[in-house]
C-alpha cells in the first residue's frame, strides 16, 4: 500500500476532500479485512472546486514525492465565456465587468501565440496565495482590496480545441412542432459547428501544457482582454499532472466499490510510477543500507544527475549523483523480503 491512487476528480470537490475520501476508502477496507496499519495520505497538486480530471493521491511512502507532483508541468482543457468577468475568474463568482464585444475566430488564434512560452501572469485574487500571512481568498471574501504580484510562468503549449459561434437560434424549432426533434438536432448540429474563421465567437475551448504555478483562470482572462473583451472560465479539466493521465484515472464510485471488496491494492499504481523518466540505479544490499542510513556513498561514476537506487525490486531512495558522489534526495522507508533482491 505504497502508491499512487489517480482519481478523476468530480466537479464541486476540493482536492482536501478528495484526500479525506481516499482517507475513508482505506479506512473502509481496512475494518473490513481487519488490519490495524495506518497509512499517510497526501496529493500531488491542487485543483480548484470547479475543476475535474487527474488529481494523484499519494499513500504511505509515495507522499514524499507528493512535492515532486506540484513541481510537475500540467495539461488542461478549458473554455472560456466571453463577454462577463467574475470576481472569481470562473462561473462561481460574481460578475465584476462585461462587455458586449466578442471575438473572431481569427482573432482568437492569432492571439494565442501571444501567450505561448515564458509570459508573466498575476494569479487570482481568489487563490490560496498567501499575502503577509493571510490566504489571499480569505482577504477577497473579507472585499479587501489584494495586490497580487507578477510571477514568470512557461506556457509550453496552447492551442484551440472547438469555438461556439454567436448565432441567432432557429425560430422554427418549436415547442409542439411535429418536427421538433429533427429541427432541434439540425439547430444544435449548426450553432455547434467549428465556426469560420471571421465569424464571432461567444465560447472558446483551449488546450494549455503549462508549467508548475500557472492559473489557467488568469490565463482565460488576460486572453479575453488581450481581444478587447472580458471572460472567464465556465469549463476545466486536467487530463495529465506529470507522467500521469486519464487513462488510469478512477471514479471516487470505482474507489468505494473497491474498499468494501478489499481490493483497492489492485487499482493503486506502484510508487516509482511518478519516476518512470528516473533512470534505475542497481545498488547493492550494502549500499542499500549506506543510502537507508543517509550516508554518502563515494566513488561512482554514473551520469551526473537523478537516480531511482534500487535494492532488487525494492526502491531505496530518490538520490543525486553528482561529481562521483551519490546523496539522498527522498528516501523509502521499504525494506525487500530476500525473495525481492
Request: aromatic share 4%; hydrophobic share 40%.
Amino acid at each position: 500500500m505504497h502508491g499512487w491512487i489517480i482519481l478523476d476528480k468530480p466537479h464541486g470537490l476540493g482536492s482536501t476532500q478528495a484526500v479525506s475520501a481516499v482517507k475513508r476508502a482505506l479506512r473502509t477496507q481496512r475494518e473490513l479485512l481487519g488490519g490495524t496499519e495506518k497509512w499517510k495520505v497526501g496529493h500531488g497538486g491542487t485543483l480548484d472546486p470547479l475543476a475535474t480530471g487527474v488529481l494523484p493521491i499519494a499513500i504511505g511512502e509515495a507522499t514524499k514525492l507528493a512535492g515532486r507532483m506540484l513541481d510537475s508541468d500540467k495539461i488542461y482543457d478549458f473554455t472560456i465565456k466571453f463577454g462577463e468577468q467574475t470576481d472569481t475568474l470562473d462561473l462561481e463568482g460574481k460578475v465584476i465587468a462585461q462587455n458586449d464585444h466578442c471575438p473572431t475566430l481569427a482573432n482568437v488564434q492569432a492571439v494565442l501565440p501571444r501567450f505561448t512560452g515564458p509570459i508573466d501572469q498575476a494569479p487570482p485574487a481568489y487563490s490560496a496565495i498567501l499575502i503577509d500571512g493571510q490566504r489571499a481568498y480569505d482577504l477577497a471574501r473579507k472585499g479587501e482590496a489584494v495586490e497580487m504580484k507578477l510571477r514568470s510562468v512557461n506556457i509550453i503549449d496552447l492551442a484551440m480545441l472547438k469555438a461556439k459561434a454567436l448565432r441567432h437560434q432557429d425560430s422554427s424549432a418549436q415547442l409542439g412542432d411535429s418536427g421538433f426533434d429533427a429541427a432541434l438536432q439540425s439547430l444544435i448540429e449548426h450553432r455547434y459547428a467549428q465556426p469560420g474563421k471571421h465569424e464571432r465567437v461567444c465560447e472558446v475551448t483551449l488546450r494549455a501544457h503549462v508549467s508548475k504555478g500557472t492559473y489557467i483562470r488568469s490565463l482565460a482572462r488576460d486572453i479575453a482582454l488581450a481581444l478587447g473583451t472580458v471572460g472567464h472560465v465556465t469549463m476545466l479539466r486536467r487530463i495529465k499532472a506529470g507522467r500521469f493521465t486519464l487513462e488510469t484515472a478512477i471514479s471516487l464510485d470505482k474507489l468505494d466499490e473497491a474498499a468494501m471488496g478489499g481490493t483497492i491494492g489492485g487499482l493503486m499504481l506502484p510508487l516509482t510510477a511518478g519516476l518512470d523518466d528516473i533512470p534505475a540505479l542497481a545498488v547493492s544490499p550494502d549500499e542499500a543500507l549506506a543510502l537507508r542510513q543517509g550516508k554518502v556513498l563515494s566513488g561512482s561514476d554514473i551520469a551526473t544527475g537523478l537516480h531511482l537506487a534500487f535494492d532488487g525490486v525494492i526502491p531505496v531512495a530518490l538520490v543525486e549523483a553528482q561529481d562521483g558522489d551519490i546523496r539522498v534526495v527522498r528516501g523509502f522507508n521499504l525494506m525487500p523480503k530476500e525473495e525481492d533482491r
